[in-house]
C-alpha cells in the first residue's frame, strides 16, 4: 500500500524549533519530488516546501523561507522539515505530499504544529 | 505568484444537483491544475489533474474543463458523500498556490 506517515508534530513556544518527519512505503520514493502543505485551523492550504528527487531543487514558500529546511533521505525513504523560529501563525496541520505535479497523488494524514506560549 | 481565485466560496446544494465550481489563475497555468476534495479531518483527496483528468478511482460525475487562466469542476449528480471542500492548485510554477477553497453544505 502506497503511503505517507508524518510525525514530530507537537506544542513548542514562539522562537522554538521543531523537526518533522514523514515515512513513505509502498513506491519508490527516491523517484518523486516532494512536498509539504499546510493548513492552519479552518484556513485553506498552504503549499510551504517542495524537494526534487535527489535533493538538487529546493523551494520555499516566501512565509518560510529562511525559517525552514526541507531535506530527505532516500535510502531511509523519509522526507523531512526542520521548523526553525516558529510564530503563531505557523500553527496548522503539516501534511507531506507526492509530487504535486502528478497524478496519483498522494497525501499522509497530517502532523499538528501548534506555536503557543 | 500566481493567484488562484475559486468560486464561489461556499455553495448550498442538493441531492442530484449539478454544481460548478471555477478557479481563476491571475496567469496563463497551461492547464497545470489539480482538484482536491477535503472531508473535515482529513488530507486532501486528488479528483482531477492536468486540469481535465480523472484520477484513478474517482468517479465519473466528476469533470473538468478550462484553459489558460480559466477552470472548471464539475459534479454531474451530487452524492451524500461529495459534500465536502474543493480546493484548485495550479502546479506551472513555484510557489505552488491553491484556491481559497469552496465548502460545498447539503441544501
Known amino acids: 500500500e502506497v503511503q505517507l506517515v508524518e510525525s514530530g508534530g507537537g506544542l513548542v513556544k514562539p522562537g522554538g524549533s521543531l523537526r518533522l518527519s514523514c515515512a513513505a512505503s509502498g513506491f519508490t520514493f527516491s523517484s518523486y519530488d516532494m512536498n509539504w502543505v499546510r493548513q492552519a485551523p479552518g484556513k485553506g492550504l498552504e503549499w510551504v516546501s517542495s524537494i526534487s528527487s535527489s535533493s538538487s531543487y529546493i523551494y520555499y514558500a516566501e512565509s518560510v523561507k529562511g525559517r525552514f529546511t526541507i531535506s530527505r533521505d532516500n535510502a531511509k525513504n523519509s522526507l523531512y522539515l526542520q521548523m526553525n523560529s516558529l510564530r503563531g501563525e505557523d500553527t496548522a496541520v503539516y501534511y507531506c505530499?507526492?509530487?504535486?505535479?502528478?497524478?496519483?497523488?498522494?497525501w499522509g494524514q497530517g502532523t499538528t504544529v501548534t506555536v503557543s506560549s | 505568484d500566481i493567484q488562484m481565485t475559486q468560486s464561489p466560496s461556499s455553495l448550498s446544494a442538493s441531492v442530484g444537483d449539478r454544481v460548478t465550481i471555477t478557479c481563476r489563475a491571475s496567469?496563463?497555468?497551461?492547464?497545470?491544475l489539480d482538484w482536491y476534495q477535503q472531508k473535515p479531518g482529513k488530507a486532501p483527496k486528488l479528483l482531477l489533474y492536468a486540469a481535465s483528468r480523472l484520477e484513478s478511482g474517482v468517479p465519473s460525475r466528476f469533470s473538468g474543463s478550462g484553459s489558460g487562466t480559466d477552470y472548471t469542476l464539475t459534479i454531474s449528480s451530487l452524492q451524500p458523500e461529495d459534500f465536502a471542500t474543493y480546493y484548485c492548485q495550479q502546479y506551472y510554477s513555484t510557489p505552488y498556490t491553491f484556491g481559497q477553497g469552496t465548502k460545498l453544505e447539503i441544501k
Open positions: 505530499a507526492r509530487d504535486l505535479t502528478a497524478p496519483s497523488g498522494v
Open positions: 496567469q496563463g497555468i497551461s492547464n497545470s
